[in-house]
Nanobody, 126 residues
Framework: QVQFVESGGGLVHAGGSLTLNCTIQ????????MGWFREAPGKDREFVAA????????LYADSVKGRFTISAITMRYVAWLQMHNVKPEDTGIYVC???????????????????WGQGTQVTVSS
């Protein structure tokens, strides 16, 4: 059984910063990647960032490159997403996810992730 503890969402002005945190509690985790997706009204779940827990190799959506940084404690199932220079279009529910496999640069699909948190709301005001 995999349980998520997510925190860090909230309201922030455009140009500001916010950090999301995600901790996974599991007896037999077998998890190699953690990441975040976001959901906005009327849109599909969108990949934001992911990190390989063994190598710390990170992936980012083009829309957040240079502004967001994902980090993790190696093989400890703890990750955080630092969001800088946020924009109104970053608004959404940010959902922490975990996967059992790493597919390199292609580990950006919803189907790559086997476990999902409940999500935390991020609202960016203009």
């Amino acid at each position: 059984q995999v349980q998520f503890v997510e925190s860090g969402g909230g309201l922030v002005h455009a140009g500001g910063s916010l950090t999301l945190n995600c901790t996974i509690q599991a007896q037999t985790p077998n998890i190699w990647v953690m990441g975040w997706f976001r959901e906005a009204p009327g849109k599909d779940r969108e990949f934001v960032a992911a990190i390989n827990l063994a190598s710390s190799i990170a992936l980012y959506a083009d829309s957040v490159k240079g502004r967001f940084t994902i980090s993790a404690i190696t093989m400890r199932y703890v990750a955080w997403l630092q969001m800088h220079n946020v924009k109104p279009e970053d608004t959404g529910i940010y959902v922490c996810a975990a996967g059992r496999y790493w597919r390199g640069d292609w580990t950006t699909e919803v189907s790559d992730y086997h476990y999902w948190g409940q999500g935390t709301q991020v609202t960016v005001s203009s």
